[in-house]
């Protein structure tokens, strides 16, 4: 059973940057896709960025293209998204799923979740 480990949220001033990272606790974590999505209260859980397992092909959410990197080391286990010119509108509990099935942005293709790490963004 693949776990997830996110780290690296806080709290931030508008224009500032973050790294997350997301560390799987998996033996074959190379062969799984790999998603970023977002949960501010109150609201739905939205996709921000995927990274494939094969070619380490990339899909964004518009909102966040330009600003927000994801990125893979295989040999570490590790997920990143490089989040840049953040804004208070972004902030909300981030958090890396895994699928073994096609580069999707809805979170019902993703199949394990870690706990999330906490983005705050203050004006």
């Known amino acids: 059973q693949v776990q997830l480990e996110e780290s690296g949220g806080g709290l931030v001033q508008a224009g500032g940057s973050l790294r997350l990272s997301c560390v799987a606790s998996a033996r074959y974590f190379s062969n799984y896709n790999m998603g970023w999505f977002r949960q501010a209260q109150g609201n739905e859980r939205d996709f921000m960025a995927a990274?494939?397992?094969?070619?380490?092909?990339?899909t964004y959410a518009d909102s966040v293209k330009g600003r927000f990197t994801v990125s893979r080391d295989n040999a570490k286990n590790t997920v990143y998204l490089q989040m840049n010119n953040l804004k208070p509108e972004d902030t909300a509990r981030y958090s890396c799923?895994?699928?073994?099935?096609?580069?999707?942005?809805?979170?019902?293709?993703?199949?394990?979740w870690g706990q999330g790490t906490q983005v705050t963004v203050s004006s």
């Open positions: 799923a895994t699928s073994l099935g096609p580069l999707g942005t809805n979170y019902k293709e993703y199949d394990i």
């Open positions: 990274i494939s397992w094969e070619n380490f092909a990339t």
